[in-house]
């Protein structure tokens, strides 16, 4: 499998493009935005995705776009293809986790080649598995009183995330509902 090359971009074709690594022409599969864009020596990490047709390589321009795609592709009916539109159907890579996580079926669905139903079972079996916990200190028992009260790990993390951290616990998951309360 061919997970990254690096060369030079010697072509720009229509939703692709062509980079030469010690002589020998690799096609690698991009949105057209993304490789226009392209240019010079730089390193492309890469889907290999092998059919009975043949291969394809479809690129991606930051391994966390390449390690999206493979969560993404072990959903049931998401190939290699939707999921690089996915990925660059948003602003950046983690703009298209945020809005996986959060349950965004209006942004995947929005997506040419995305219907209702896929974008529901995206976020079925991806929600709430792609974003990272925020690395600020939480309150874990703040945190665990809001989840006890039917709130997600992420809507409570955010709710704490900006407190002030010489609160009490108590004043914190005031404060947290409040909040969560608008």
């Known amino acids: 499998m061919i997970s990254s090359l690096t060369g030079i971009i010697s072509y ?30 730089l390193t492309i990490f890469t889907h290999d995705a092998q059919r009975d047709d043949g291969r394809e390589l479809f690129g991606f321009t930051h391994i966390k776009g390449l390690e999206l795609c493979w969560r993404l592709i072990e959903v049931s009916g998401v190939g290699p293809k939707m999921a690089q539109k996915i990925i660059y159907g948003a602003r950046d890579i983690e703009e ?25 079972k995206i976020i079925l079996e ?3 598995k792609l974003v990272a916990a925020p690395d600020s200190q939480v309150d874990e028992d703040a945190l665990t009183a809001l989840m ?35």
């Open 12 to 41: 720009h074709g229509l939703g692709y493009v062509i980079i030469d690594v010690a002589g020998v022409g690799y096609r690698v599969t991009l949105p057209e935005h993304i490789a226009h864009g392209l240019s010079g020596c």
């Open 96 to 120: 298209a986790a945020s809005k996986i996580d959060l349950g965004d079926v209006e942004f995947l669905s929005g997506i040419p080649g995305v219907g209702k139903k896929t974008a529901q």
């Open 126 to 128: 991806l929600q709430g």
């Open 148 to 182: 006890g009260l039917g709130y997600t790990k992420m809507a409570a993390e955010a709710a704490l995330s900006g407190l002030d951290r010489t609160l009490s616990t108590d004043e914190k998951i005031r404060a947290a509902l409040k909040g969560l309360g608008r």
